[in-house]
């Protein structure tokens, strides 16, 4: 089932995370979210590359629908890893905005896990990538591909639960 006749991107919008385009027929292509490392002061961090971001998504189709995980505040985190996160989900909607690529829901974690029945843990979004799309379990088969697997859920959560 298709929403809205459309293909969904499922995006994990974090450094670690990942964009997950899902056709119709269950077909799972994964993009690693594109970093650059820049200097900043006397260290080298870690950004979105927007650039490579923009080429991924405009390659993928004016035919799909996207679904981004919606992200906030976590205790414990530092400002600047907070100002990090906040610019790469920024980024990732600018983006979308402007390839006219709409955004169906911003969808907390909690809501897209609920409704797949997803294990708490890193662990358990690979876990349960793998039941519902097995033939793509390999994708997500390292634990740090965990941001792969959520991206996968989040599309398949746009494409079958919100459907």
Sequence with gaps: ???NGKAVIGIDPGLSGAICLL?????????????????RGRKTKRELDL?????????????????VEQVGAMPG???SSMFSFGKSY??????????QVPVQEHVPPQR??????????????????????PSY???WARVKDDGRAE?????????????
Aim: no cysteine.
């Design 151 to 163: 991206a996968a859920l989040i599309a398949y959560y746009g494409m079958h639960a919100r459907a």
């Design 77 to 79: 985190q530092g400002v």
């Design 23 to 39: 056709d119709g027929l269950n077909r799972v292509t994964i993009w690693d979210m594109p970093t650059v490392e820049v200097l």
């Design 137 to 139: 379990m390999s994708l």
């Design 1 to 3: 089932m298709i929403v």
């Design 90 to 99: 920024g980024g990732t909607l600018g983006i979308l905005a402007a390839l």
């Design 51 to 67: 650039t490579a971001l923009s080429t991924i998504i405009f390659g993928i189709t004016d035919e799909a629908v996207a679904y």
């Design 112 to 133: 897209w896990q609920k409704a797949l029945n997803v294990r708490k843990g890193k662990d358990g979004s690979r876990l349960r990538a793998s039941e519902l799309l």
